[in-house]
């Protein structure tokens, strides 16, 4: 059972306690022929037959009677682990440092109708692994290419220079990997009054007067005491997509998070914005 990870056992699972494909279907969201492929490709993994195909649904083999009784156990290992301990799902939701700090003041949203989730928050400029669970929702700057991912975009971000002073001329830096820490890395020393490692202390810079922050205009717009003092910076346009497992995104926590994070940035997006609905 080396190869075989969670998420066969969990489709296994559904799909022996229902007795067949389209009942196991309805539970987990995956369409009949996927969950019929994953079992033959479960079973050419293990190197026996787990199911008897009957024309009215499956039913056990030895061989699957004895997986069922072994997923079960690991089963009850890690459904504990999937919650918070106040019986809550935890949602694990990555975004960057500005998405971050959007979405903290607008937890109230996102977690209408979902009294059931517990939300954390991962502030991280590098891109989580979904698809290894180290998130289970991501706000990414371009539409994912790896499988086993769904998404949804939500429209554009773009950043310009914001400062205290309309006059202020030296740019506060800040020094990363990301595309507009690189845009400010292009500067002349100069034309830089102080760098920083994180983009937050930015912000506080600028509104103490010390310069300009390049800033997302979804968070320079709504600072109060800043003022737009650049043009909006096209090279640094980008597209913001809504990213989660296939899998999980029919578990009920997750599916009413997701609905609520669509629905409050797009509204930070504004009238007019270019979200478009694809597979979640």
């Known amino acids: 059972m080396n190869e075989t990870n969670w998420d066969d056992l969990k489709l296994f699972l559904a799909v022996a306690r229902a007795g067949g494909l389209s009942a196991a279907a309805r539970v987990t969201g995956t369409s009949a022929p996927t969950l019929g ?68 003041k607008n937890v109230p949203r996102i977690l209408v109708g979902n009294d059931n989730a517990r939300l954390r928050f991962i502030s991280a400029e590098h891109v989580l692994d979904i698809a290894r669970r180290e998130a289970v ?20 971000v773009d950043f310009a220079g914001y400062a205290a002073d309309t006059t202020a001329r030296h740019w ?23 760098e920083v490692a994180a983009p937050r202390n930015a912000l506080d810079l600028a509104k103490s007067g010390i310069g300009q922050a390049l ?49 409050v940035i797009r509204t930070m997006h504004g009238p007019g914005a270019d979200g478009t609905s694809q597979n979640i």
């Open 137 to 156: 929702i991501g706000i990414r700057n371009r539409r994912p290419d790896q499988a086993g991912l769904a998404c949804r975009r939500l429209g554009h």
């Open 37 to 104: 492929r994953r079992m033959l490709t479960l079973e050419g993994r293990l190197g026996v037959e787990l199911f008897n195909r009957l024309p009215r649904g499956y039913t056990l083999t030895p061989q699957g009677e004895d997986l069922l009784r072994k997923a079960g156990e690991i089963e009850a290992q890690i459904l504990p682990l999937m919650q918070t301990g106040t019986g809550k799902v935890l949602v694990k939701l990555s975004a960057g440092s500005w998405m971050t700090h959007f979405l903290c």
């Open 215 to 263: 800033l997302p205009t979804f968070i320079g717009d709504t600072e109060a005491g800043l003022h737009r003092v650049t043009p909006r910076i096209a090279d640094l346009r980008h597209e913001q997509w809504l990213v989660t497992h296939q899998d999980e995104r029919f578990v009920p926590e997750v599916r009413r998070t997701i609905d609520n994070l669509y629905k």
């Open 172 to 194: 506060i830096r800040v020094v990363g990997k990301t595309p507009s820490a690189r845009w400010l890395t292009a500067l002349e020393p100069d034309e830089v009054a102080v």
